[in-house]
């Protein structure tokens, strides 16, 4: 059990391009249908969940670990999830900095950033597309975008407020 | 830098990252310990956007190898991970309990909000401070339409707007 839920973790580390969302149609595919080591509304409350703690999203895997097979579940599917993609990131680190000194090695990373951006403003639409049902929840996405953009404070403001508003008005 | 202030400051990112780390990260990081600059940061979080695993994770492996080799990369992965892991753990334990509290859903739902609108404006914040030229604005305006209206799968969207990206700014850097 745990070494396939190791393997199974691994091969999405390495399908996971853009991070945890990426990948959450063939992680449902794998532990639901394929695997089904949890059914669908585990699968989807268990997400739900990791989004709202703190942390990365793909800690998402470590919590369905656990689910599936208690601490070693966890232990194979955190390591599964985390090892392929960082030996990968550590090699291409290695790569960038003896390439350090080649005059086209910056620009080209440079061109990746529109990218990167781009999707890190996709993924905040659709979060706002999701949160926005009413007029406040509207408000506090403008105001909040506003705060992160115009000023240099820490983010936690934004999301304490918008806790402590959705908590008196929603 | 030291080990430790590796580890603390993205232990401070994992425990701080309500509704996805990135807007925290690139905080802590560049306004508040300045370990890089934007266009460094926006550089290696670029590449950790290609890369398969989460982007702000990849881009802890690269911080942490730039500063301290492969001691500082394990010193920033393990801060990054090590306590949202322990919380969310505790949190499943009594998800039953919490999760179907009736003070909590509108509380969450306020997080919810300013959580998107935080995202949104970080990449405000990067674009406009990195002061990309227009070709790569229209690569970045590209990955937003194709992510967020035309919802393709990211492999997608990365794998045929990061060549297009790299090949602008390299034909950009030869005509300069």
Known sequence: ?170 | MRLRELFLGYAKIGLLGFGGVAVIARHVIVEERRWLSERDYAEVLGLGQVLPGPNVGNAAIMIGRRFRGLAGALAATAGLYAAPLCILVSLAAFYDAFGQDPHVAPVMRGIAAAAAGMVIGMALKMGTKLKPPVELIGVGLLALLAGAWLRLPLPVIVLGLGPLGIWLSLRRARAA
Do not use: Y
């Open chain 1, 1 to 170: 059990m745990i070494l396939p839920l190791f393997w199974a973790f691994a091969t999405l580390s390495l399908l996971a391009i853009g991070g945890a969302n990426a990948v959450l149609p063939e992680m449902h595919r794998l532990l639901v249908e394929v695997h089904g080591w949890m059914d669908d509304a585990t699968f989807g409350q268990l997400f739900a969940l990791a989004q709202a703690a703190p942390g990365p999203n793909i800690l998402a895997a470590s919590v369905m670990g656990w689910n599936i097979a208690g601490p070693a579940g966890l232990a194979a599917a955190t390591l599964g999830m985390l090892l392929p993609a960082s030996v990968l990131a550590w090699c291409v680190a290695g790569l960038t900095a003896r390439l350090a000194k080649s005059p086209w090695l910056k620009p080209a990373q440079f061109g990746l950033v529109p990218v990167a951006v781009g999707l890190i403003a996709a993924s905040g639409v659709i979060m706002a597309e999701a949160a926005g049902n009413g007029w406040l929840p509207w408000v506090v996405i403008a105001a909040s975008a506003a705060f992160v953009w115009r000023t240099a404070f820490s983010p936690l403001w934004v999301l304490a407020a918008g806790g402590v508003l959705g908590f008196v008005f929603l």
